[in-house]
T-cell receptor, first 109, second 113 residues
Framework: GQNIDQPTEMTATEGAIVQINCTYQ??????LFWYQQHAGEAPTFLSY????GLEEKGRFSSFLSRSKGYSYLLLKELQMKDSASYLC??????????FGAGTRLAVHP | EAQVTQNPRYLITVTGKKLTVTCSQN?????MSWYRQDPGLGLRQIYY???????DKGDVPEGYKVSRKEKRNFPLILESPSPNQTSLYFC????????????FGPGTRLTVL
């Protein structure tokens, strides 16, 4: 079967660092995506990993270990506007994107 | 401005009344998809299309139809809606030239009574 697991909810303090983990078991692997989704809005692209290692993009970084079926999204210098759901998704085949249920992050002052 | 548009954004209907949700993209993408999003389940793919007149089932296609007569448009059709199709629907188009990134429309919140 195809399975993507991520925590349901997380809380963090403004200015802090938070790491959102994602583990996956899929029939194929052509890359892993992280999307941000504010309540009632469309998901927006954050990052893409296809090779092992860390991809850094401003305050956001994403890590991938294909052998462990594991990724994380690291958010630094948290801001209130980072309160949102973060979706982990694996491209398991040709245009076949499998999403996790999402992690709802609440950032407090 | 590059975008994916959907209409309507909100719809309340009754069981059995056929409806169509339109989706249009102006980025000349070949690949388009429809998803539904339900609490605790994440986004699930309903149908996808790799090009004009080429469509295929995703994970939850039952009760839905699609068509792709033009590259820019990919409507979702519910021939006989039922209450279990109450959900938030997203259309997406994929930029195959850039890491297969999917661009999502604003969503359509559908309630079937």
């Amino acid at each position: 079967g195809q399975n993507i697991d991520q925590p349901t909810e997380m809380t963090a303090t403004e200015g802090a660092i938070v790491q959102i983990n994602c583990t996956y078991q899929t029939s194929g692997f052509n890359g892993l995506f992280w999307y941000q989704q504010h309540a009632g809005e469309a998901p927006t692209f954050l990052s893409y990993n296809v090779l092992d290692g860390l991809e850094e993009k401003g305050r956001f970084s994403s890590f991938l270990s294909r052998s462990k079926g594991y990724s994380y999204l690291l958010l630094k210098e948290l801001q209130m506007k980072d309160s949102a759901s973060y979706l982990c998704a694996v491209m398991s085949g040709y245009n076949k994107l499998i999403f996790g249920a999402g992690t709802r992050l609440a950032v407090h002052p | 401005e590059a975008q994916v548009t959907q209409n309507p954004r909100y719809l309340i209907t009754v069981t059995g009344k056929k409806l169509t949700v339109t989706c249009s993209q102006n980025m000349n993408h070949e690949y388009m998809s429809w998803y539904r999003q339900d609490p605790g389940l994440g986004l699930r793919q309903i149908y996808y299309s790799m090009n004009v007149e080429v469509t295929d089932k995703g994970d939850v296609p039952e009760g839905y139809k699609v068509s792709r007569k033009e590259k820019r448009n990919f409507p979702l059709i519910l021939e006989s809606p039922s209450p279990n199709q109450t959900s938030l629907y997203f259309c997406a188009s994929t930029d195959r030239d850039s890491t297969d990134t999917q661009y999502f429309g604003p969503g359509t919140r559908l309630t079937v009574l």
